[in-house]
């Protein structure tokens, strides 16, 4: 048997008929209403909970971004103005006869690097864009920049800071420059190279949740700082240029793994720097996968416990109603078919009744015609008519015995429990039987205890009981036979009653017959074989039992076992057993 | 001594039949198919036995045999019935019935339970006037 059989509640195949409701239609109305009103406001609140959450942490993360790059930002335009301050600070402070002073240019390198660090190299350009004096590592005096870009733009702007660049040592540096105008509007350049390891430094040392990456950019995408993820220093990153915006901006992209990224940036002003934060999306959600995760597995549960509380007590309520209608219908049934007994026992009892009368009737006369002939001389030997007499009393006999048996069938359907003393039924059966055993001598003797209980039985039917038994053991005695009959209460449910004779006993052969309908020994003397079979269904129909105990020419014992409190469950009992048995 | 009986049923043809078959066999017969004639025949005429029908529609014969036996507690009542029970039985008895029989009843049987009912209705009769000669006696005082 499968597991599914073993837990289809009765009800499921039950087969629907009249007065009784579909029982599978009412459970599945039952569970998905019931499934419906509480898993759709639990899911939809779920679902509501995990997008508003999954919007917080999402906010949350370019937030934190967003504050990252503008603070980074500050930071790193701190720095390349508080550089370019200082150049102008010279610029407009030192006398130009000092600036061109190769010793004097030198002191004021040195004072700039105690006080600022990072300046490699200072020179003088003058208008033409001849350097007029240098002060650094390398021989750069007499250098033409005129031609240059920056040299240029610088002219135009007023100040320079230029991409990185790989100097002449092989480390990465940017040039600030500044432009000081003489009187004559002639001017002369200040241009500093100064190495980016300052920089740097400021990038690296933040720290960049989420696996993240900050570094710079120029404006065509060329790395200015080392990046953790996306190349060296002048290599063009992967990543598109953003575009320009005066504010922090931050925004979703996809990185150069194709997964997705968050990047922060910010055009540094006066510079052409971009700032970039790039952070890996997945590892800045981890925390809200985890909550996921749990927004997921409380769902689960919830539905898990619904689902089961809803088929359970679904399948628990409609299995009792199903047992409780089934309940009532059989006892409606029960009803009915009581009712349909007991009219029938009514008819039967008083067709039983009518018929005995016109049967007396025709006995009687057909017995006076037997006498008649009988009585006259010239008919007595007329042994046909004598003999068609005989069948008519012999059929009427017959129909007698019919007339009982339906009688006794109307008894049996009849239950009229009370609550009776056996010792006053057992008198009242003696009272009717007690001349008999006085012709014969027969000597009885009753013994019930005083503290018998009263017991809950049929008064008609237990006479009946005790009539048969007594008749039978009358019948198994001589003249100046013994008849004990005694009671007792067996324990608290039941009481017995035994009747002893000694009278010719039973056969072993024939004890264990002795109840079935027709069975008799003495068929030839006028039994009909139905006393003990009557007496035997009525006893069980009363919900007791009746045994037997004989040892042949010893006499025989018979005990009655009743219950004290009747069974309520009595059934009206089928019609042919009732007519064929009594 | 033929034995005198009364036969009591509402059937007429059982009645007349059964009286006619009685009659034939020697005894001494009345019939009466109302109960209440009945009562009256008890007055004036002594019967060895009464059969007595259990329903009539004049009178209940469980009625009938109560109101006989208030009157006369000697009286032999046998009854005779198609509506026999053994409900009915029990209480005839306790009103002191003589014995119960069954319509269609054999005619020997009957005839044997007249008898029988003769002979103790002999021996109370017995009884009873040996007591009053003995009470005359005490009375005479001897």
């Known amino acids: 048997m499968s597991l599914l059989e073993k837990i289809k509640p009765k009800f499921w195949d039950a087969e629907e008929s009249e007065g009784l409701s579909d029982f599978r239609q009412l459970w599945y109305l039952t569970v998905l209403l019931t499934l419906e009103v509480t898993l759709a406001p639990l899911i939809f609140m779920t679902l509501a909970d995990y997008n508003v959450t999954q919007k917080s942490v999402e906010s949350e993360i370019l937030l934190r971004t967003s504050r990252l790059v503008s603070n980074t930002r500050r930071s790193v335009s701190f720095f390349l103005d508080e550089r370019r301050s200082a150049l102008n600070f010279v610029v407009y402070d030192t006398p130009f006869s000092e600036l061109n002073d190769p010793l004097g240019l030198a002191s004021i390198l040195e004072n700039l690097k105690k006080s600022f660090g990072g300046f490699a190299d200072i020179g003088v350009i003058d208008a033409q864009g001849r350097q007029k004096n240098y002060a650094g590592p390398y021989r750069l005096e007499g250098i033409d920049y005129s031609g240059q870009e920056w040299f240029r733009e610088m002219v135009e702007h007023g100040n320079y800071i230029s991409d990185v660049f790989m100097g002449f040592r092989q480390v990465p540096h940017l040039v600030i420059a500044v432009r000081c105008s003489l009187p004559d509007s002639c001017f002369y350049v200040l241009r500093a190279a100064v190495d980016t390891e300052r920089f740097n430094d400021l990038l690296s040392q933040l720290e960049v949740s989420g696996q993240g990456d900050a570094f710079i950019i120029n404006h065509e995408g060329i790395l200015q700082t080392p990046s953790r993820y996306h190349g060296k220093v002048l290599e063009k990153i992967s990543l598109s240029v953003p575009k320009f915006s005066e504010k922090t901006e931050v925004f979703e992209g996809r990185g150069a793994g194709a997964e997705d990224v968050i990047i922060g940036y910010a055009y540094i002003a006066d510079s052409p720097f971009i700032l970039m934060i790039v952070k890996k999306k997945n590892e800045l959600m981890k925390s809200w996968q985890t909550t996921r995760m749990k927004i997921a597995g409380f769902l689960a549960v919830s539905i898990t416990v619904i689902l089961f509380v809803t088929l359970g007590v679904a399948t628990y309520l409609i299995n009792k109603i199903y047992v409780l209608e089934q309940n009532r219908a059989s006892i409606m049934h029960g009803m009915e078919y009581s009712n349909k007994m007991a009219s029938l026992g009514r008819l039967a009892a008083g067709v039983a009744h009518e018929i005995n009368n016109p049967l007396a009737i025709i006995n009687e006369k057909a017995g006076l015609v037997k006498d008649m002939f009988t009585f006259r001389k010239e008919y007595a030997k007329d042994e046909k008519l004598i003999g068609i007499v005989d069948v008519i009393v012999s059929s009427v006999e017959r129909c007698a015995v ?157 005990t009655v076992t009743l219950p004290i409190k009747a069974d309520q469950k009595e059934k009206g009992e089928d019609i042919h057993a009732s007519l064929i048995g009594g | 001594m033929s034995e005198k009986v009364l036969l009591v049923d509402d059937e007429h043809d059982f009645v007349e039949t059964l009286a006619e078959r009685m009659r034939a066999r020697g005894m001494e017969v009345s019939a009466t198919t109302s109960p209440i004639e009945a009562l009256k025949k008890t007055e004036t005429e002594n019967y060895d036995a009464i059969i007595l029908d259990l329903m009539m529609p004049e009178m209940d014969g469980l009625e009938a045999l109560r109101i006989l036996k208030e009157k006369n507690p000697d009286l032999q009542v046998i009854l005779l019935t198609g509506q026999a029970t053994v409900e009915k039985g029990v209480e005839a008895m306790k009103l002191g019935a003589t014995d119960l029989m069954e319509k269609p009843a054999d005619l020997k049987a009957l005839t044997e339970k007249i008898r029988k009912a003769r002979a103790r209705k002999m021996i109370i009769v017995e009884k009873k006037t040996e007591e009053r000669i003995k009470t005359i006696i005490g009375g005479k005082g001897w």
Request: glycine residues 10%.
């Open chain 1, 402 to 558: 019919i007339a009982r048996r339906l009688l006794n069938f109307a008894r049996h359907i009849d239950v009229n429990v009370q609550s009776l003393s056996l010792k006053e039924v057992i008198h009242e059966v003696l009272g009717f039987l007690g001349k008999e055993a006085e012709y014969r001598s027969i000597s009885v003797s009753v013994s019930v205890p005083d503290d018998m209980p009263q017991i809950e039985s049929d008064r008609g039917k237990l006479q009946e009981i005790f009539l048969n038994l007594i008749n039978n053991a009358f019948a198994a005695m001589k003249d100046e036979g013994k008849l004990d009959i005694s009671a007792k209460q067996e324990n608290r449910d039941s009481v017995s009653v035994t009747f002893t004779d000694n009278g010719c006993g039973i056969s072993e052969q024939n004890l264990s017959r002795i109840f079935e309908p027709f069975f008799s020994t003495k068929t030839k003397v006028g039994g009909t074989g139905l006393g003990l079979s009557i007496t035997y269904g009525l006893v069980k129909k009363m919900g007791g039992d009746i045994r037997v105990k004989s040892e042949p020419g010893k006499g025989a014992s018979f």
